[in-house]
Structure formats: C-alpha cells, structure tokens
C-alpha cells in the first residue's frame, strides 16, 4: 500500500513502436511535478421538447479526446534517454565508452516522426490506493532546461497525446540510484564550433526546444481520437544568457549581429578512465535577438541576452548524454 498523498505518486515511460499503442512503462523518471491530464470535447443536444426544462443527460456526446499536460523534473545522470530522443528525433542507441560501464547517447536534431511514448501516471487515493492513467501517443511538443547559481539543472517537457487508458495494469515502480546535475558543474562556453572557449560572468543559463506539430488531425473513422501529429512548422530554438558584465564578448556579438556557436555542458563525477556523467547541449549557431547593457543603479551590471539558435549550414543541434545506462 502506498502513501496517500503525492509521496505516492509514480511516473513510468516506454518508447512506443505504433503511435498510440500500449507498451508497458519499463523506466520510471522522478519529477516534481506533472498536469497530465485527459481532454474531451463534448457536444450537447439542443433539441426542443414541449416543457422540457433541462437539456437531456442521455442527449450528451463525447466528439473527441486527447491529452495535454507538462512534467517538470530534474535532470539526472540516468534515465533520461527516452525523453531526449522524443524531443530531438534520432533513433538513439548507447555507444559504450571504452571498455567500462559508460555509455553515450548522441541525440541529433532530426525528425521526430514516429517517436511516441507510453506515460503512465500512479494517483494515489487518500487510501493509499494508486489509481493508473495510461496516456499513450504521447509527443513531445518541447522541452526546456535551466540552471542558475546554486540550482539543479531542471527540465520541462510539454506534451500531447492521444488518449488515456485506464484499463491497464499499474506498473510496479522501480528507481536505480540517480544524481541530479547542477550549477557547480556546469560550463558555458562560445566560439568557432568545436573551438568553444568558456565564458565568464555566465549566472544562469536556459534553452527552449519546441517541436512545433499539427495536434489537430481528427478525421472520420478513428473514434474521436487524433492520428498522429505531423511537423508543421520549423524547429524553434531560444533561451537567455543572465550574466555580469565581465567581457564585451556577448555585447559585440549583440552589436555585430554575429554567430557563435554555444556549448552548455555540465560534467559529473567519473564514470570509468576518463569518462564522467554528462549532459552537453551544442547549438553550433546563436545569434543575440536582445540584451545590451544597461546601468540603473550602483550595483555590478547585469544583462541578459535573449538568443536564436539557427542553423550554421553543416551542423545540427545535439545533446550529448554520457551515463551507466547501457540501453534508453
């Protein structure tokens, strides 16, 4: 019997190989909090009757479902494959790293047709009962990760689905031992790509991927559930860059409306030899959209540049991903 509260609570996640089909959640992420919930659209008869007061209960019709909702988490040195790979799109497999127990997932910003997942949602009663919400045909629409000084890098992942099924068997949650990466290892570094140098006076870091797709393809025949969604527009790339003023390096490109390419990285404790947990984000080309520095006080000055990340012509935007886990 759980504990009837949220402390109770369980999120399990697989990687379906058919849009909307169930597949049995084998990993289990730890989040913070999550809003996924079934949507319906409903339509109610207008008919009139002579002295009916009231519309007729029975006259009510479910015209369509869905699901919507987001999980906030922190990202951790295992177990987070799944969710990167529906966010980027490459058909990732671990690549072991040596001879010992690290493994890396290159995660390239690609397609992410046919990548969909299972969640399944543990809502434990006041009872410590937990009752199941299977949400299958779920995409990834964006995700999100920030980190500041003397935070946890955190992520966001917006999400839509096809249905909820509350018909299948809650899956025994199981957790292996994670670690949360953070600001006191994280590095920020600009420059020609693959030359990146760090970055001083870096405080707080964010990046938004969305995944824009036509959530909207109800047809005939499918039971008021959706097919699945199709890439409708091009990938959007933004964030910020809160700093002190230490250099002029943000600020010329600001002025020069010039390129860098932009390394965000942060390296946890060592693996085996010379390979230690990481989470790397590169975005070969940013370009400053605003930020210039301003003085309104006595204090250091602090400007935040807002950015773009384009594409540069030859290289894609990647998350590198080095953990003990041998599969996604």
């Known amino acids: 019997?759980?504990?009837?509260?949220?402390?109770?609570?369980?999120?399990?996640?697989?990687?379906?190989?058919?849009?909307?089909?169930?597949?049995?959640?084998?990993?289990?992420?730890e989040f913070t909090k999550e809003s996924l919930a079934l949507k319906k659209t409903t339509a109610q008869s207008a008919g009139i009757a002579a002295g009916r007061l009231m519309a007729l209960?029975?006259?009510?019709?479910?015209?369509?479902?869905?699901?919507?909702?987001?999980?906030?988490?922190e990202v951790t040195n295992k177990g987070m494959g799944i969710l990167l790979q529906a966010l980027m799109g490459t058909s990732v497999t671990p690549v072991q790293q040596g001879?010992?127990?690290?493994?890396?997932?290159?995660?390239?910003?690609?397609?992410?047709?046919?990548?969909?997942?299972?969640?399944?949602?543990?809502?434990?009663?006041?009872?410590?009962?937990?009752?199941?919400?299977t949400f299958v045909g779920c995409k990834v629409t964006s995700g999100e990760f920030s980190c500041g000084v003397g935070e946890m890098l955190t992520g966001t992942f917006e999400i839509d689905g096809k249905?909820?099924?509350?018909?299948?068997?809650?899956?025994?949650?199981?957790?292996?031992?994670?670690?949360p990466f953070h600001f006191g290892q994280m590095a920020l570094k600009t420059g020609s790509f693959g030359t990146e140098a760090a970055l001083d006076?870096?405080?707080k870091v964010s990046c938004k991927i969305e995944r824009p797709q036509d959530l909207e393809r109800y047809y005939a025949n499918q039971s008021a559930l959706k097919k699945e969604p199709i890439e409708n527009d091009q990938v959007k790339i933004t964030g910020n860059l809160?700093?002190?003023?230490?250099?002029?390096?943000?600020?010329?490109?600001?002025?020069?409306?010039?390129?860098?390419?932009?390394?965000?990285?942060?390296?946890?404790?060592?693996?085996?030899?010379t390979y230690y947990e990481t989470f790397?984000?590169?975005?070969?080309?940013?370009?400053?959209?605003?930020?210039?520095?301003?003085?309104?006080?006595?204090?250091?000055?602090?400007?935040?540049?807002?950015f773009s990340g384009l594409y540069d012509g030859t290289n894609l935007p990647k998350i590198e991903y080095i953990s003990t886990d041998a599969t996604l």
């Not at 697989?14 to 169930?22: I, K, P, S």
């Not at 995660?107 to 410590?128: D, E």
């Open 201 to 203: 006076g870096i405080r």
């Open 163 to 179: 249905d909820c099924d509350e018909s299948q068997t809650l899956a025994a949650a199981s957790y292996s031992n994670m670690s």
């Open 242 to 273: 809160e700093t002190d003023y230490t250099g002029t390096t943000l600020d010329d490109l600001h002025t020069s409306d010039g390129a860098t390419s932009l390394v965000w990285e942060f390296v946890g404790p060592n693996i085996a030899t």
């Open 280 to 306: 790397r984000l590169t975005l070969p080309a940013i370009r400053l959209d605003e930020g210039p520095p301003v003085v309104d006080g006595f204090g250091v000055v602090k400007p935040t540049f807002n």
């Open 99 to 133: 001879a010992g127990p690290a493994y890396l997932q290159t995660h390239t910003l690609a397609s992410v047709a046919g990548k969909s997942l299972t969640i399944q949602k543990g809502v434990p009663l006041t009872t410590g009962t937990v009752t199941d919400k």
């Open 1 to 29: 019997m759980a504990i009837g509260s949220g402390l109770g609570a369980q999120l399990g996640i697989a990687a379906e190989t058919t849009y909307g089909t169930f597949v049995a959640p084998a990993k289990f992420i």
């Open 57 to 73: 209960s029975s006259r009510r019709v479910v015209t369509r479902r869905e699901v919507g909702g987001s999980i906030d988490l």
